[in-house]
């Protein structure tokens, strides 16, 4: 049993507790599993989340309308969202906010300054007023691409969308969720957690599915989804984020190219840069996060280092098998 109150958790893991009537009703008759960080993880519309996130996905989906204009980072959780948040911010505002000692993400942590539809704007049953933003608005979510709002999903707007390979992925996730635990919860296990994981009992898994879903739109629709895997922009993050520029309509001009705008987002955006300022070293998210839970070793490969070779071979078989036939290889 937890010994702190109710009330005094961070929000992160105030759960079935603080959801309203209607949403209590219908997560109780959903599928149940054990949750990583928060107690419960609920399947809905085919993948797991805890109650709260749960709440956020229908209210967005209920109340959120998109603009033609709006672009989305859309990401499987621990796939590089905090790395691609900063990079979208400065590419998109990079006329209004140039990168000098004033750039907003010397003081904010990215996810302040890209906020999450359903874990952010949407959630604890909030409907914010979004009509005074700027255009382009910027959004980010983990929302798969069949529970997407239904505007997202039919008006022009466009998505980023970010994957990691599964070993990476998987990895990181354990490590996050074991940093998001209080110290009276113990740890998870990497053995019951590899085992979940491979289930697809994981947040907003099957992470298989998620990255399949929005592989196959972005091969049908490919000016409407860009999709990006984190190793890429770590082997080639210059044509990259030329790439990314290009598909929302932002291509870097001539003189924005000679002045070395390129290179200078990437290093304002890298992980040495971003997880040695203040702001990510000690600063809390609203939600209860410690910013510096979002930057950890920001390499590819990491997971030789913590995945005996019986389950790296395991999720490859998995991966193998998952995406056979779609052209897909990670
Ligand atoms: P590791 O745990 O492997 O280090 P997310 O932002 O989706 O939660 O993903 C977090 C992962 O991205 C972590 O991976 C983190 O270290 C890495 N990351 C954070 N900022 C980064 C950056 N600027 N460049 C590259 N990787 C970054």
Same mark, same amino acid.
């Given at each position: 049993?937890?010994?702190?109150?109710?009330?005094?958790?961070?929000?992160?893991?105030?759960?079935?507790?603080?959801?309203?009537?209607?949403?209590?009703?219908?997560?109780?008759?959903?599928?149940?599993?054990?949750?990583?960080?928060?107690?419960?993880?609920?399947?809905?519309?085919?993948?797991?989340?805890?109650?709260?996130?749960?709440?956020?996905?229908?209210?967005?989906?209920?109340?959120?309308?998109?603009?033609?204009?709006?672009?989305?980072?859309?990401?499987?959780?621990?796939?590089?969202?905090?790395?691609?948040?900063?990079?979208?911010?400065?590419?998109?505002?990079?006329?209004?906010?140039?990168?000098?000692?004033?750039?907003?993400?010397?003081?904010?942590?990215?996810?302040?300054?890209?906020?999450?539809?359903?874990?952010?704007?949407?959630?604890?049953?909030?409907?914010?007023? /979004? @009509? *005074? #933003?700027?255009?382009? %608005?910027?959004?980010?979510?983990?929302?798969?691409?069949?529970?997407?709002?239904?505007?997202? +999903?039919?008006?022009?707007?466009?998505?980023?969308?970010?994957?990691?390979?599964?070993?990476?992925?998987?990895?990181?996730?354990?490590?996050?969720?074991?940093?998001?635990?209080?110290?009276?919860?113990?740890?998870?296990?990497?053995?019951?957690?590899?085992?979940?994981?491979?289930?697809?009992?994981?947040?907003?898994?099957?992470?298989?599915?998620?990255?399949?879903?929005?592989?196959?739109?972005?091969?049908?629709?490919?000016?409407?989804?860009?999709?990006?895997?984190?190793?890429?922009?770590?082997?080639?993050?210059?044509?990259?984020?030329?790439?990314?520029?290009?598909?929302?309509?932002?291509?870097?001009?001539?003189?924005?190219?000679?002045?070395?705008?390129?290179?200078?987002?990437?290093?304002?955006?890298?992980?040495?840069? /971003? @997880? *040695? #300022?203040?702001?990510? %070293?000690?600063?809390?998210?609203?939600?209860?996060?410690?910013?510096?839970?979002?930057?950890? +070793?920001?390499?590819?490969?990491?997971?030789?280092?913590?995945?005996?070779?019986?389950?790296?071979?395991?999720?490859?078989?998995?991966?193998?098998?998952?995406?056979?036939?779609?052209?897909?290889?990670?």
């Amino acid at each position: 049993m937890l010994s702190q109150t109710r009330t005094s958790l961070p929000m992160y893991l105030q759960q079935e507790e603080i959801l309203e009537p209607e949403c209590k009703t219908l997560i109780s008759s959903l599928p149940k599993e054990n949750g990583w960080v928060a107690s419960h993880l609920y399947k809905y519309q085919g993948f797991w989340n805890p109650a709260r996130h749960l709440q956020g996905i229908m209210i967005c989906q209920k109340n959120f309308v998109a603009r033609d204009s709006d672009v989305f980072l859309v990401t499987t959780p621990k796939s590089g969202t905090t790395w691609l948040k900063a990079i979208l911010f400065t590419l998109i505002n990079r006329k209004y906010c140039p990168i000098n000692q004033n750039h907003p993400l010397l003081r904010n942590n990215p996810h302040d300054l890209v906020p999450f539809l359903e874990l952010k704007l949407y959630v604890d049953n909030q409907i914010p007023d /979004l @009509s *005074n #933003l700027n255009s382009p %608005r910027l959004f980010a979510t983990h929302i798969p691409f069949f529970s997407l709002p239904k505007s997202v +999903q039919d008006s022009s707007c466009k998505l980023v969308y970010l994957c990691r390979n599964p070993k990476d992925t998987f990895v990181s996730l354990w490590q996050f969720s074991n940093k998001l635990r209080l110290q009276e919860m113990g740890s998870n296990s990497l053995g019951e957690t590899f085992d979940m994981f491979c289930r697809g009992v994981s947040i907003y898994g099957p992470f298989w599915d998620h990255v399949l879903d929005y592989w196959k739109e972005s091969m049908e629709k490919p000016h409407k989804v860009l999709f990006l895997k984190y190793e890429d922009m770590k082997e080639q993050p210059n044509a990259n984020l030329r790439r990314i520029a290009e598909f929302l309509g932002r291509p870097f001009s001539n003189e924005e190219e000679e002045s070395g705008m390129v290179e200078g987002i990437l290093k304002l955006c890298s992980f040495d840069t /971003l @997880s *040695n #300022l203040k702001i990510n %070293r000690t600063g809390k998210l609203s939600s209860g996060e410690e910013n510096k839970a979002f930057f950890r +070793q920001g390499k590819v490969g990491d997971w030789k280092n913590h995945l005996p070779i019986e389950m790296a071979q395991k999720l490859d078989q998995i991966t193998e098998q998952k995406f056979s036939g779609s052209g897909l290889v990670m």
